[in-house]
């Protein structure tokens, strides 16, 4: 299967995956105070609906996508959010930010790349995350045991996440997700991580 253009599918205005609005599982997350102030990065963020979510006086967030039209979406849609928040338009794999982050956010990120990219997609964590800072990950669609269905979304699960990162992260928890975005029922899971110290 050809990879996705992703560029091109936000061009054409394309975004089947756009649920209009952040998942309840990161409201979850918020309620619980589980998510800390500091620099947090949310790749592969869409109409960044996520950003606006985390925006708090004490918080740098920052959104990743390939696409400006993406970008703008966002920009038109958020003026007067708290604290720092930017978007910026790049490839997550050769990204190269000044510092590190306290938390990552991957919603229908990893789920969307190439499997071959998985790989990447790890190290570039690994690099990403600053030691003892957090990593989220909601998996979905997730599947255990994984299909063989093709995507994107890929089926994902925590095994498959695990054994990409085991050696750098501490599993913390692992939760089903009782509320989802209409249609995700049952196929969410919020796997949380910790960056261990260098
Ligand atoms: C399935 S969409 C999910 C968007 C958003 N997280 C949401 O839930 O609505 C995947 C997003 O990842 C972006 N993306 C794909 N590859 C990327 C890369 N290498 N670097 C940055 N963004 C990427 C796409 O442009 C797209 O917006």
Same mark, same amino acid.
């Given at each position: 299967?050809?990879?996705?253009?992703?560029?091109?599918? !936000?061009?054409?205005?394309?975004?089947?995956?756009?649920?209009?609005?952040?998942?309840?599982?990161?409201?979850? =997350?918020?309620?619980? &105070?589980?998510?800390?102030?500091?620099?947090?990065?949310?790749?592969?963020?869409?109409?960044?609906?996520?950003?606006?979510?985390?925006?708090?006086?004490?918080? $740098? @967030?920052?959104?990743?996508?390939?696409?400006?039209?993406?970008?703008?979406?966002?920009?038109?849609?958020?003026?007067?959010?708290?604290?720092?928040?930017?978007?910026? @338009?790049?490839?997550?794999?050769?990204?190269? *930010?000044? /510092?590190?982050?306290?938390?990552? !956010?991957?919603?229908?990120?990893?789920?969307?790349?190439? %499997? $071959?990219?998985?790989?990447?997609?790890?190290?570039?964590?690994?690099? =990403?995350?600053?030691?003892?800072? =957090?990593?989220?990950?909601?998996?979905? %669609?997730?599947?255990?045991?994984?299909?063989?269905? /093709?995507? *994107?979304?890929?089926?994902?699960?925590?095994?498959?996440?695990?054994?990409?990162?085991?050696?750098?992260?501490?599993?913390?928890?692992?939760?089903?997700?009782?509320?989802?975005?209409? &249609?995700? $029922?049952?196929?969410?899971? =919020?796997?949380?991580?910790?960056?261990? $110290?260098?």
């Amino acid at each position: 299967m050809a990879p996705v253009d992703w560029r091109q599918a !936000w061009k054409k205005g394309s975004t089947p995956w756009d649920a209009g609005t952040s998942p309840p599982a990161l409201d979850g =997350l918020l309620a619980r &105070g589980q998510i800390p102030g500091g620099r947090i990065l949310v790749p592969g963020c869409g109409t960044g609906y996520d950003l606006a979510t985390l925006a708090r006086s004490d918080r $740098e @967030v920052v959104g990743l996508d390939l696409s400006h039209e993406a970008r703008a979406a966002f920009l038109a849609a958020h003026s007067d959010l708290p604290g720092s928040v930017s978007y910026e @338009v790049g490839d997550f794999f050769s990204y190269e *930010p000044a /510092e590190g982050f306290d938390f990552v !956010w991957d919603y229908t990120f990893f789920c969307a790349l190439d %499997p $071959e990219q998985r790989r990447g997609w790890s190290e570039t964590m690994k690099r =990403l995350v600053k030691p003892a800072g =957090l990593l989220a990950t909601l998996l979905f %669609p997730f599947e255990d045991p994984i299909s063989g269905r /093709e995507g *994107p979304p890929w089926p994902i699960n925590t095994g498959l996440v695990r054994s990409l990162i085991e050696d750098s992260f501490e599993e913390l928890e692992v939760r089903q997700m009782e509320k989802t975005h209409p &249609g995700r $029922e049952g196929r969410e899971r =919020l796997a949380l991580w910790r960056r261990r $110290e260098l």
